[in-house]
């Protein structure tokens, strides 16, 4: 992997060339991470004109669960009173000779902005903007790779949850014996809190599982994502518990099923990010629940769970191939309940076969 993080590091640094800086000071965790092959607590990396140093506010052997530096970077640890990582970095540029670095003005605090240009004062501050978050779009099958071992994961836990009693027990037990499965599977834990919504709370993104049990009749939506080796994904699933589905169900199911598959078709290289969510709104919007609708269908995942792209009706840019994101619309409706199917696919050419399909746990009307 050492010569894919430095590939990585060197895109990176021709951007930095291209926009006048001789060298990048990347703060932001999961960009650290895609360059560098770990993040410890609080490091940052230095792209440098020399060469490339990870600067951590203490060893990194204490903190990393999912991945160890790149052994190309150089690994500097800071004494507890070393201070901020990020005015070292800065230090350490001036000392390459560099003129210039680029910094992540949106992940940057305006104090620590304003105490980067106070160390270095002769370093010309310029902003690094979404670089690295572009390079990240587009994954290298490695990387798709964990992403479906994280899918596997995530399809055996909620496999293995439904064959289990489900009535009487509370939302909250039904998460956390989730999110146990997930590491009993390999997982280095959830990739977010796990959503688990009964009856009047099923369908609602987001959702924080309560006390509220389990009933007959019920509909159970869950929303579940494993994190493996850094990488995150998830699935969403809509059941009905105990008994054969009301009429109301299965003609709501089939509506978001109908725009989840919507969305799904239209996944493709060259296609609008926001045509994405407007083939998956259409449908619901049709159907008269245009209004409540989430703000959008999907979005990317990677080493976070919420990136670039957004497939939403504002959404700017296009698909590439080999670019991961989830299809996940549904509808609520208060004090009654709702349904949503939440998939992670990864964009293909349709000469590849179309977009493929990473959480395969079925999506027929289940009645548990």
Not at 115 to 144: F, N, T
Request: charged fraction near 25%; glycine fraction near 12%.
């Amino acid at each position: 992997m050492s010569e894919v993080y430095a590939a990585r590091r060197e895109r990176l640094r021709d951007r930095c060339s291209a926009g006048g800086s001789a060298a990048a000071l990347v703060t932001r965790p999961a960009n650290v991470r895609y360059l560098a092959g770990a993040s410890p607590q609080g490091a940052v990396l230095l792209v440098g004109t020399g060469e490339d140093v990870l600067l951590c506010a203490g060893s990194p052997d204490d903190e990393l669960i999912d991945g160890r530096p790149d052994e190309s970077v150089r690994v500097q640890v800071l004494p507890p009173s070393g201070g901020d990582p990020a005015l070292t970095g800065a230090d350490l540029a001036a000392a390459q000779g560099a003129e210039s670095l680029a910094v992540e003005e949106h992940h940057l605090t305006v104090a620590r902005h304003r105490a980067l240009a106070s160390v270095a004062p002769r370093l010309r501050l310029l902003d690094l903007g979404g670089a690295v978050e572009q390079l990240r779009l587009v994954k290298d099958e490695d990387e798709i790779s964990l992403l479906r071992i994280g899918a596997e994961i995530v399809d055996q836990a909620l496999s293995e949850l439904l064959e289990s009693i489900l009535v009487g027990r509370t939302e909250r037990h039904l998460a956390l014996e989730l999110e146990r499965r997930l590491i009993d599977h390999g997982a280095d834990g959830p990739a977010f809190t796990t959503s688990v919504g009964t009856g009047p709370n099923s369908g609602r993104p987001g959702h924080r599982p309560t006390d509220r049990r389990v009933e007959e009749g019920d509909f159970l939506s869950v929303c579940l994502g494993a994190t493996y080796r850094g990488y995150r994904c998830e699935i969403g699933r809509t059941f009905v518990i105990g008994t054969s589905p009301a009429d109301w169900q299965i003609e709501l199911y089939d509506l978001v099923f109908a725009a989840q598959r919507a969305g799904r078709q239209a996944l493709a290289p060259g296609v609008a990010c926001r045509d994405v969510d407007r083939a998956a709104r259409q449908v619901l919007d049709s159907a008269g629940y245009g209004s409540g609708l989430a703000p959008g269908t999907g979005h990317g995942v990677g080493l976070e769970i919420d990136e670039d792209p957004q497939l939403a009706p504002a959404a700017m840019g296009k698909l590439d191939a080999c670019v991961p994101v989830t299809v996940e619309p549904g509808v609520h409706l208060p004090g009654r309940g709702g349904v949503r199917i939440d998939d992670t696919l990864v964009v293909r050419p349709e000469a590849d076969g179309g977009p493929e399909l990473l959480t395969i746990t079925t999506k027929e009307l289940l009645a548990l």
